[in-house]
């Protein structure tokens, strides 16, 4: 019913900084609680950054401070900013939408930090 495609991803080196975009195929974004989800080779995926659809944001511990996470419902957009850079950051990027029906993922975006 709703499709997300995320793009921004790419090659950056160490505390260099990256924005990673997520469009949502309809005009939902604003009502629905929205997310940045992250999957490294051999590890669980691991919550990134949410915000609700009151703006409320929710960051995981290992990017506070250094991620933002936005929203832009005229573009049905969310955002996130990624700022210093680490290679612990290197990671498949997921978008999410909660909504009362589903829970629907995109495709991914590759973020690698590297010298």
């Known amino acids: 019913q709703v499709q997300l495609v995320e793009s921004g991803g790419g090659l950056v080196q160490p505390g260099g900084s990256l924005r990673l975009s997520c469009v949502a195929s309809?005009?939902?974004?604003?009502?629905?609680?929205m997310g940045w989800y992250r999957q490294a080779p051999g590890k669980q995926r691991e919550l990134v950054a949410v915000?609700?659809?009151?703006?409320?944001?929710n960051y995981g511990d290992s990017v506070k401070g250094r991620f933002t996470i936005s929203r832009d419902n005229a573009k049905n957009s969310i955002y996130l900013q990624m700022n210093s850079l680490k290679p612990e950051d290197t990671a498949v990027y997921y978008c999410?939408?909660?909504?009362?029906?589903?829970?629907?993922w995109g495709q991914g975006t590759q973020v690698t930090v590297s010298s």
């Open positions: 309809r005009s939902i974004v604003s009502f629905y609680n």
């Open positions: 915000i609700t659809s009151g703006g409320s944001t």
């Open positions: 999410k939408i909660v909504t009362t029906q589903m829970i629907q």
